[in-house]
């Protein structure tokens, strides 16, 4: 690679005369909007920060940004925009720099080699937001038979892991493939049920005020259910983003709640990424009119239910999905389980921008309503 300026007079992989600050660029990506899919902070030879970060906005869905010591220095930036992808440097010096980034945004060093430095910043979103996950792992009869939670950082642990997961199946199924620099894992196992109405499962991840919660719900038998005699040991693995912070498993009995679709879509009014939960016939004309105008309004008594819905926001292609899969209460909130799909790297899809919907009827609840985010690459 030909020699690359970073801000003038200063080369890449020379020394910084002023320390960097990383608190601002935290803050900054901490806070800004746009950023649910993806929000990643680098510094690059301890001067620089690359700023990767990518959301479901009408305008401005993803963008990279290199900085100089400063969130105010920026030297190139790109993203997509309503005229489509555009990139500018305010410092043409460090063009060739920001372009290798952006190409090689996908690899543990960002395609810069070993002569130079990438260092990953890790930091957590405001406290009580919904952290995206992806189910790596779900099984209702694995070879670890104790409960126990975990959080797995490395391959050698996550191998050994699958090992005792494994254990007894000929052939053995392949390790789920974990990209360690990152992604981490969190997971539970639920040791022995005697039936078929028990259960564990993931329920939700989100940011506490300094730790990762993770919610682990389990399932209530149904006053009626039919429980059949069968032993199981279920578990479910997740992948969250990469976080140093410390991952606190809070234990709640849940049960499932009855709901019917009121409308699904992918081609819903609404652009922006939003939850809505509506429990009066006024708000939920507004809603209906800025959602589908022109189509007839389902019908609602909100006496007796109301409506939880989920809006994706712009997808980039028609392998954007997104659905409410679940509905369960606790003893003090009722939780709603999102389901995004987005295309893999090897997935053909039709190219035509969508907007996808998801809008369901639950029965009416005093209690507060909280959203959970998983996000399945197909």
């Known amino acids: 690679m030909h020699d690359l300026q970073a801000t003038p007079g200063i ?3 020379e020394p910084n005369p002023a320390a960097l600050a990383t608190a601002p660029f935290i803050e900054m990506a901490r806070t800004a909007g746009c950023n649910e899919t993806r929000n990643r902070l680098f510094v690059i030879d301890g001067k620089q920060v690359f700023w990767d970060r990518a959301g479901q906005c009408a305008d401005a869905s993803y963008g990279q940004v290199l900085f100089g010591s400063t969130p105010e220095t920026r030297l190139c930036s790109s993203g997509d925009t309503i005229a489509g992808p555009r990139t500018d440097c305010q410092d043409e010096s460090a063009r060739a720099l920001f372009e290798t980034l952006v190409k090689n945004a996908d690899r543990p060093d960002l ?3 070993s002569a130079h430095t990438v260092e990953p910043l890790s930091f957590m979103p405001p406290a009580g937001t919904a952290i995206a996950y992806d189910t790596v792992a779900r099984d209702n009869l694995s070879g670890v038979t104790a409960p126990q939670t975990v959080v797995v950082k490395d391959q050698a642990t996550w191998d050994k892991l699958w090992r005792q997961h494994a254990a007894g199946r000929t052939p053995a199924p392949a390790v789920p493939k974990v990209d360690f620099t990152r992604k981490m894992l969190v997971g539970v196992f639920g040791g022995e049920y005697g039936d078929s109405c028990h259960g564990i499962a993931i329920a939700r991840v989100a940011a506490g005020a300094s730790k990762l919660d993770v919610e682990v719900a389990g399932r209530a038998t149904p006053a009626q259910a039919v429980c059949l005699p ?3 040991h279920p578990m479910q693995v997740v992948a969250v983003d990469r976080t140093d912070a410390d991952v606190a498993f809070i234990t709640a009995t849940a049960a499932d709640v009855p709901f019917r679709t ?3 879509t992918a081609l819903s009014n609404i652009h922006a990424a939003r939850t809505v939960v509506v429990k009066d016939a006024a708000a939920w004309t507004r809603l209906w009119n800025e959602h ?4 007839a ?3 609602v008594d909100f006496a007796a239910d109301m409506v939880v819905g989920v809006f994706m926001g712009t997808g980039a292609s028609g392998c954007y999905t997104t659905a409410i899969d679940g509905v369960v209460r606790t003893a003090d909130r009722i939780l709603v389980h999102e389901l995004r799909s987005v295309p893999g790297p090897d997935i053909a899809c039709a190219m035509h921008v969508t907007t996808p919907a998801h809008l ?3 029965p009416r609840s005093d209690l507060p309503v909280e959203f959970a985010l998983e996000v399945a690459t197909r």
Request: proline residues 9%; glycine residues 18%; hydrophobic residues 55%.
């Open 230 to 232: 069968v032993v199981s």
């Open 262 to 264: 009121a409308d699904v």
């Open 297 to 299: 309004q389902p019908a």
């Open 360 to 362: 369901v009827v639950v």
């Open 111 to 113: 395609g810069l080699g």
């Open 292 to 295: 589908a105008p022109g189509r």
């Open 11 to 13: 080369a890449v992989g």
